[in-house]
């Protein structure tokens, strides 16, 4: 099979974008680059419709060398609620921390490049947490299942898997902007 010119330059497009786009974002030293203090207003989009609360996320250094001071505040005023977590390095070459939530509560924590995952379950409940660091804000999303709502398909053959899927009960997502 012959390969045109035009496939050849495509090809050899792709691969230099794709490796001038991994030389751009490996030059990320997180978190160090996204200290700050983020604020905005955190939805919630759940069966009765979507709630809207005044939302905080501050990240920063501490004294301890690899824990940085992790801090989640929703509300305002007598509602207002602060979560002081500490995010500690467990090995940052390869992105694995944890979230202490100084109460013996310890989440596990993945780091690629800008993003932040994070899952776990309580009470029967399932939350995945996505944290993305950009420019001058940050994307905060959390999505929400309970585990005994799924739903099995497939399981005909062994070509075809049982396969498990899960309903979104809800979704919190806020986009906050970095203080200067």
Do not use: W
């Amino acid at each position: 099979m012959k390969i045109s010119v035009e496939i050849k330059l495509l090809i050899t497009f792709c691969v230099c974008v794709t490796f001038n786009l991994n030389a751009q974002t490996s030059n990320i030293n997180f978190p160090d680059d996204f200290f700050g203090n983020y604020t905005g207003i955190l939805d919630i989009h759940n069966t009765k419709g979507i709630i809207k609360y005044p939302m905080e996320f501050q990240l920063q250094p501490s004294d301890s060398l690899g824990h940085y001071q992790y801090t989640l505040i929703y509300g305002d005023g007598d509602n207002k609620q602060v979560r002081p977590y500490t995010l500690k390095a467990i090995n940052k070459d390869n992105g694995t921390y944890i979230i202490d939530e100084n109460n013996g509560i310890i989440l596990d924590e993945k780091v690629i490049e800008n993003r932040m995952y994070t899952i776990f379950e309580v009470g029967g409940t399932l939350l995945t947490t996505f944290i993305t660091f950009e420019e001058n804000q940050m994307i905060f999303e959390i999505v929400v299942i309970k585990v005994a709502n799924k739903n099995s398909s497939g399981g005909t053959s062994e070509e075809i898997p049982e396969v498990f899927s899960y309903p979104i009960t809800t979704v919190q997502r806020a986009i906050l902007t970095k203080e200067k």
